[in-house]
């Protein structure tokens, strides 16, 4: 007898979050699961904001107009710029104690069923252009959507406060998929799958904007021991094992699925409008190019670990050295967090004309800044995956990438490294590539072998891994009561640990 299609609940809450690489994966992954016939998925739709306060829905027998309105204003706040804790003192204290009352005070989670004929352009807008094809406009028309009145600091507030976790009514679902740790209760039946992308707030510690999100990882992967992990790379699960190794029987690895929205497209004319429309004003605008310039370029949001300033220091030693003029460093990106010292070096060097910074770019826009480009320079000191080397070689740009054990998975010998803290290591990497005698055929052998790394991390190649996964899952299940049970019992170990 034929089993029926998997039910699948998508948490969707960091896909309004840019064009930074865990919202890239959040929308690619609908679009695998949504394409996939033994799948039925829905988006699980609620606010990124750390002030927001609970939505209160219309009743069930209210007048279709007022549902209509009520659904508006929800998304209306969805789109509300996602502000940050105030940075010191009283004020700090006073909005962390204001969310966390409004938190533990409310009644709970509840769920609404979005009208999505009337409201699909909106949502496609907020959460999904930023990285899939008009192509895929279907897939969102005819999708299923439902609308929950909490938020992320509400989430963050009850795993802090050692709450228990907020209950979703997920009856009728096989799964729901989280995006990282994610302090849910689940109805029985259910299975909790965590999307887990790094254990980087662990093991990178001085790159985090605040001591928090420290606390908050640890006790969010705690809170999930009684889930299932999957992660985007080996590296990314080796990692979370060493530290949990309670989760090795409890995780797998998935990678992120590249966008076919990535391919060669040479335009001239286009690059000249994106160069001049995407400036950023952070940055300043800087002098135009002169005639025959080339350029490397990086992509990324502006943080540390994304090692920006190493890069430039790089690039300004390879101009010292090499004399060329015409070579020019393009910086695709905006500011994160503690941005302050990268943002600096940055406009002395837009001043001068050696460096372009961009923002805003969109997927087709930075396809042909990838395909005019001399080489992709990706340096950052810590990784889970990383789009940018996969989507530069898909474009057929050779790509320089620091030594980390994500990048080898992902790339392996498709990429020339460098060591991320050794600025002499990456000036030479970049001379090698694209100043050297050997510039040609390093160039020819490395994207030779980048195409079948490409061919690796297709949508289709990640579907299939996804589907083989879910069903195992599915049929491995315990029975619903003791399932519930085994996951009250843990959850309740980790607040006592905690």
């Known amino acids: 007898m034929a089993r029926s299609r998997l039910r699948v609940l998508l948490d969707l809450s960091m896909a309004g979050r840019g064009y930074c690489g865990i919202a890239q994966d959040v929308r690619l992954l609908y679009k695998t699961l949504a394409l996939c016939p033994e799948i039925d998925v829905t988006g699980l739709v609620y606010r990124p904001q750390k002030f927001a306060r609970w939505h209160r829905f219309a009743r069930a027998n209210a007048p279709r107009s007022a549902r209509a309105a009520n659904q508006a204003e929800f998304l209306w706040k969805l789109a509300e710029p996602r502000i940050d804790w ?102 029985p039946g259910t299975q909790q799958i965590v999307r887990y992308h790094d254990m980087i707030p662990i093991l990178e510690p001085d790159t985090m904007a605040n001591p928090l999100v420290i606390r908050w990882h640890d006790r969010a992967i705690r809170e999930n021991r009684a889930g299932h992990f999957v ?78 300033l190493n890069l430039i220091r790089a690039f300004t030693q390879l101009k010292e050295t090499s004399g060329d003029r015409r070579l020019k460093l393009v910086i695709v990106g905006s500011p994160g967090w503690s941005y302050q010292p990268i943002m600096a070096a940055v406009r002395s060097l837009v001043e001068r004309g050696h460096v372009i ?54 790339l392996d010998d498709a990429a020339l490294y460098c060591h991320p803290h050794d600025v002499s290591t990456i000036a030479a990497a970049i001379k090698r590539l694209v100043l050297s005698d050997e510039s040609s055929a390093l160039r020819r052998g490395l994207l030779a072998r980048g195409r079948e790394r490409v061919a690796r991390f297709s949508r289709e190649r990640c579907s299939d891994e996804w589907l083989q996964l879910l069903t195992r899952l599915r049929e491995e299940a315990p029975e619903r009561g003791g399932d519930a049970k085994r996951v009250a019992a843990e959850q309740r170990d980790t607040r006592k640990i905690a």
């Open 86 to 187: 105030p940075t010191f003192g009283m004020a700090r204290w006073l909005e962390q104690l204001r969310v966390v009352g409004s938190t533990l005070a409310a009644p709970g989670p509840r769920m609404d069923e979005l009208d999505t004929e009337k409201f699909w352009p909106t949502l496609w807008r907020l959460l999904f252009s930023q990285t899939l094809s008009p192509k895929d406009v279907p897939l969102i028309q005819r999708g299923k959507f439902v609308l929950s009145n909490f938020s992320d600091g509400m989430v963050f507030a009850r795993t802090f406060s050692n709450r228990r976790p907020l209950p979703l009514d997920t009856r009728g679902y096989d799964f729901l998929i989280v995006q990282g740790p994610r302090s849910f209760r689940t109805s």
């Open 357 to 410: 910074h961009l923002e805003d770019v969109s997927p087709e826009e930075l396809r042909v800044l990838y395909t005019h480009t001399e080489a992709l320079v990706f340096p950052s000191t810590a990784e889970g995956f990383g789009f940018p080397p996969l989507e530069a070689l898909a474009c057929g740009v050779p790509v320089i990438a620091s030594d980390l054990a994500a990048h080898r998975w992902v």
């Open 231 to 308: 992660c985007n790379s080996e590296p990314t699960r080796d990692q979370l094992v060493r530290v949990h190794p309670e989760l090795a029987e409890r995780s797998a690895t998935i990678p992120y699925a590249l966008s076919e929205v990535y391919r060669s497209e040479r335009n001239t004319a286009a690059l000249r409008s994106i160069i001049t429309q995407r400036r950023s004003p952070a940055s300043g605008a800087g002098p135009k190019p002169a005639a025959g310039w080339r350029y490397i370029m990086s992509v990324s949001t502006l943080e540390p670990r994304k090692n920006f």
